[in-house]
């Protein structure tokens, strides 16, 4: 998580977006992964402007880890992603 965090916070979001992957690909169990998933997600939004991401996330963090702050933080993204359906 260090690793990737120096990369966000150089804005080297492909690289960021690389490493929080691998935090939870490699440490699947890991209380950590919930946040590795948000700020993979946000490195990628920051690198390519794809905002689907965001909700695809969202969704996803709100299935596997409803009670996680992280997953509090990423339900904007989710109402975001309905509202933008909707219009």
Same mark, same amino acid.
Request: glycine letters at 4%; zero cysteines.
């Given at each position: ?9 150089? @804005? =080297? ?11 939870? =690909? ?6 950590s992964v919930p946040e590795?998933m948000y700020w993979a997600s946000v ?29 509090? @933080? ?7 992603? =309905? =509202?933008?359906?909707?219009?």
């Open positions: 998580m260090g690793l990737a965090r120096v990369a966000f916070l150089h @804005k =080297q979001w492909t690289e960021a977006e690389s490493r929080y992957r691998a935090v939870v =690909q490699q440490h699947a169990t890991s209380a590795a490195s990628h939004y920051n690198a390519t402007k794809d905002h689907t991401v965001l909700g695809r996330v969202s969704r996803e963090l709100a299935q596997k880890y409803p009670d996680n702050i992280w997953t509090g @933080k990423a339900s904007v993204w989710m109402l975001a992603s =309905q =509202q933008q359906k909707s219009a």
